[in-house]
């Protein structure tokens, strides 16, 4: 469903400005809505009046691509911007915020000088840029409103204490937070952006944790040392085994104390890419916008955790060995200085989105053929590996900076997840533009890449029945139905395999071959004894929902390599205490997530990002909290 919001323009405002833009005025566009039909039936008053105002009056609609397509719909009158509607899909907690909060400044400056909010550039930019094409259609001056910026009051230096002090308000810090909270104690939350949510609030939402029976009534064969397991050899043993071991045992606690603070789960589990078991655990909100609606409504209930949006944390303020405190920049650039009575944790998330660090780590691994700016991340702008600077500054040990996890789910333009239209391993293969399959889909996450590195212009097609798309209104991971994918052309659909490839452009006869062979394989039987020529073994899940690619109508939907998660990163103990390079421990600091590394080594499972967040920001939250110097 798409949401919608109308906001009306303060009609001063727009009186005072409307003298300075009158120069702008134009005739109507051919694409205005019938709105403006009026407009153009004009009497002398009426041409005196447009002739002093900016735009031609009426509706104009343009449709524009945030995080999902958006369209913005302006009305004007003669001399000014008069209200902004967006239908949107925007992710809650990242986009949506500033669909809320954007149209109403456009209006109130009638002008188009409002910089990208940070963390939601993507959505922010669709917006302007789809005011600026409806200005445009009403024949107003684009580049005049650009510079019409609001006026920043420079904001005062300040000083905040708070017993815990917690940087970054994605999954790992907003953990800490409320637990800090519920240990009684006043917590100040350091967000550099203006929304909490971070990368955790993009998540597919799969949370690994062997429940205690009661989500797996049919009995899977899995357990707490499996997930152990799994977790350890599918990052090559170099997770540390105490902190892979306190991640897998501590996991259900985790998902208990979510529900317990009111948050939804879907039934059941089900196998997430790369999470090589069916044990994900999937929030009824989509992505991971669950668990910042649940940490906010912990927060209405209870006071004492305060949050400081826009201040970038900087470096750390250290007394006599220990961490005190952060200084940090606020909004305007003014220093906001924040002092902890007890601990400080450290929750900034990875360094996804800074090129320069991607490519300096990746060269002393050389995990990946390359890591530079053509590789899109499905990370926030924000996650640019600022804690792990800070931390390394006061001696913190870096650790398997070099581990960098890429998905072989991007967009091919954004290198976001959304538009994938699988929901579980199990539901689909992966085929190249030869329509060939070339690795096994159900492995492990930098395997499957790294195949698709090998393929003809790095890109794939997932391939799926209508077994999960019944009726075509039903959403994928990301909330989005597959009809609207389609519609959008960000995804193929069609009654045959042949129409399929034709669409896609792949050899028909192979793609048609390739679904062939895999659903010899989903029934089994026939090609007993003999293995999938990709080592794959998860072709049916445990409800039978998916058996085969059989029933058209057919899917498909292009993807590339994306940089997804940096497991690397400030070494930490059981306890979420930051270790030096001499081993010790830095008194006064913790960390938590994706901020810290030597977890999940040199690939992590898909499911277990979310995990660390909840088990980790939980520990940091209680160790930071009883913390005393
Ligand atoms: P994790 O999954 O480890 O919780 P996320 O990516 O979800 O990590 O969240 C990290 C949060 O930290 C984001 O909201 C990001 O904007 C914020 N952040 C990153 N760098 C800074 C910084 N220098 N100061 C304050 N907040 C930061």
């Not at 927060?299 to 952060?326: L, R």
Request: with cysteine; aromatic share 6%; proline share 3%.
């Amino acid at each position: 469903m798409k949401k919608s919001y109308k906001r009306m323009a303060a009609m001063t405002m727009a009186m005072i400005l409307a003298g300075s833009l009158a120069a702008c005025q134009s005739k109507p566009a051919e694409t205005a809505a019938p709105e403006t039909t009026a407009a153009e039936t004009t009497t002398a008053a009426e041409t005196e009046a447009e002739k002093a105002g900016a735009y031609t009056p009426g509706t104009y609609s343009a449709t524009v691509t945030g995080m999902k397509e958006m369209t913005v719909t302006v009305t004007f009158t003669a001399d000014a911007i008069e209200s902004i509607e967006l239908e949107h899909e925007e992710t809650p907690g990242i986009g949506e915020p500033v669909c809320e909060s954007m149209p109403d400044q456009i209006i109130e400056i009638q002008g188009l000088g409002i910089d990208a909010v940070a963390g939601a550039t993507l959505s922010s930019q669709a917006i302007l840029d789809g005011v600026a094409d409806c200005v445009k259609q009403a024949g107003g001056d684009v580049e005049a409103l650009k510079a019409v910026k609001p006026e920043v009051v420079a904001a005062e230096d300040e000083e905040l204490t708070a017993d815990v002090v917690v940087i970054g308000a994605g999954g790992a810090g907003m953990a800490a937070a409320v637990t800090a909270s519920q240990e009684g104690k006043s917590v100040l939350v350091i967000e550099k952006t203006g929304n909490m949510g971070g990368n955790t609030a993009l998540a597919g939402g799969a949370l690994n944790a062997v429940d205690d029976g009661s989500e797996t009534a049919l009995a899977r064969d899995d357990s707490v040392d499996f997930h152990y397991e799994q977790t350890f050899n599918g990052g090559d043993q170099q997770g540390d085994p105490e902190l892979v071991r306190t991640l897998v045992e501590n996991a259900w606690d985790g998902v208990e104390w979510l529900k317990e603070l009111g948050m939804e789960f879907q039934p059941g589990v089900f196998t997430v890419t790369g999470g090589m078991y069916e044990r994900a655990h999937k929030p009824v909100e989509p992505e991971g916008s669950g668990f910042f609606k649940t940490y906010k409504a912990y927060m209405e209930d209870h006071d004492g955790i305060t949050m400081k949006y826009n201040t970038t944390a900087e470096s750390f303020i250290v007394e006599d060995g220990v961490v005190v405190g952060v200084e940090c920049t606020g909004e305007t650039g003014n220093k906001v200085t924040a002092k902890a009575n007890n601990g400080v944790v450290l929750a900034t998330g990875g360094f996804g989105r800074n090129v320069e660090m991607r490519e300096k780590y990746n060269a002393e691994t050389k995990l990946w053929p390359t890591l530079d700016e053509s590789i899109p991340s499905t990370n926030t702008p924000a996650i640019t590996g600022d804690g792990m600077l800070m931390a390394e500054a006061i001696g913190a040990d870096l650790i398997q900076m070099g581990n960098i996890q890429l998905l072989p789910l991007g967009d091919p333009k954004t290198g976001s997840l959304s538009g994938n239209i699988e929901h579980a391993v199990e539901s689909r293969i992966f085929v190249n533009k030869e329509g060939k399959r070339f690795v096994n889909e159900g492995g492990r996450r930098d395997e499957m890449t790294l195949a698709l590195f090998e393929q003809p212009d790095t890109t794939m097609y997932i391939i799926m029945d209508s077994d999960t798309y019944p009726t075509g209104e039903e959403v994928n991971n990301f909330n989005e139905t597959i009809s609207s994918l389609v519609e959008a052309g960000r995804a193929y659909k069609a009654d045959t395999l042949e129409e399929l490839a034709e669409q896609i452009g792949v050899p028909a006869e192979n793609l048609v071959a390739s679904v062939e062979e895999y659903n010899r394989h989903c029934q089994g039987g026939d090609l007993e004894g003999q293995e999938d020529e990709f080592g794959r073994v998860l072709f049916t899940d445990t409800d039978k929902v998916n058996n085969g690619i059989n029933n058209g109508p057919f899917y498909a939907a292009e993807r590339v390599p994306t940089v997804h998660h940096t497991m690397g990163g400030v070494k930490i103990n059981t306890n979420t205490e930051v270790i030096d390079k001499e081993g010790n421990v830095i008194p006064g600091l913790f960390a938590a997530g994706e901020v810290t590394g030597g977890i999940h080594g040199t690939n992590r499972l898909g499911g277990n990002a979310l995990t660390d967040t909840v088990v980790f920001g939980r520990i940091a939250g209680k160790s930071a909290s009883d913390y005393t110097r």
